[in-house]
């Protein structure tokens, strides 16, 4: 996929039909004819040499149901964070650490 800024305005050129089907997709849950259009934000950080990889979230579009770690649980009642979204979770103890973002979310002090 090629990538093109000019100031305010970017441009995606999808370079073939897997990515010009996630183009399409793209766009119809962002765009929405009769009423606003939603945004994305972007989450975390892209540090290319660290990972290559730039992560948004589009704001008003539900996330999917919480996945917990099948082999971690947590030592005591604590908040988890995802240092990704900066999502945050109640967790007792006992119970599994919940996964965000490809990865476990860390126990806050």
């Known amino acids: 996929m090629k990538i093109n800024v000019d100031r305010n ?11 010009t089907a996630s183009m399409e997709t793209l766009w119809r849950v962002i765009v929405d004819c ?12 892209y540090i290319p040499i660290k990972e290559n990889l730039a992560r948004f979230v589009i704001e008003g579009v539900p996330g999917g149901k919480t996945v917990f770690s099948p082999d971690h649980t ?14 945050y979770m109640n967790v007792a103890k006992g119970k599994e650490v919940p996964l965000c973002c490809g990865r476990e979310m860390e126990a806050m002090d």
């Open 9 to 19: 305005v970017v441009e995606f050129l999808p370079e073939n039909e897997q990515e």
């Open 34 to 45: 009769a009423k606003e259009n939603k945004k994305m934000t972007a989450i975390g950080e």
């Open 74 to 87: 947590a030592n005591e009642d604590c908040t988890y964070v995802c240092t990704i979204c900066n999502k």
